[in-house]
């Protein structure tokens, strides 16, 4: 009886581990590989800034699907993209958000620059 509740209880705790088995993959290594760029460049919307690459949500599973069949259908990786920030705005593309994070980089170094050529002046 200890043995069956031990296995009950393994089966419910690792349930997440089958959540992560790998989906249904393009038959052509070549348009897979394309598609798992993609992965790494889309975040999902329901996570932390994740890239549905890693993400486990059913938003980033519907992406996933979704860009697959977009490049079976023979679309490139513009058109795919172009189609995402049409749907969901461009914060969907990771590539957005690095010109904001250089600002945000770059910012302390200016006003420091900024500091002392102004109190140099005076």
């Known amino acids: 009886m ?7 209880i393994f089966f419910l705790l690792c349930g997440n581990v089958w959540a992560l088995s790998p989906q249904e993959r393009l038959a052509n290594p070549k348009q897979e590989q394309q598609a798992r760029q993609i992965f790494l460049q889309v975040k999902c ?9 890693n993400s486990d949500s059913d938003f980033a599973y519907s992406l996933r699907q979704f860009i697959r069949k977009e490049i079976a259908n023979g679309k490139n990786e513009a058109e795919i993209k172009e189609m995402l920030i049409k749907n969901f705005g461009s914060h969907i593309l990771i590539s957005s958000q690095k010109k904001v994070y250089l600002v945000l980089i770059l910012m302390p170094a200016l006003l ?11």
């Open 2 to 8: 200890q043995n069956l509740i031990f296995f009950v």
């Open 45 to 53: 919307l329901t996570c932390q800034g994740q890239v549905i690459e």
């Open 112 to 122: 420091i620059f900024l500091h002392f050529l102004v109190k140099r002046r005076f």
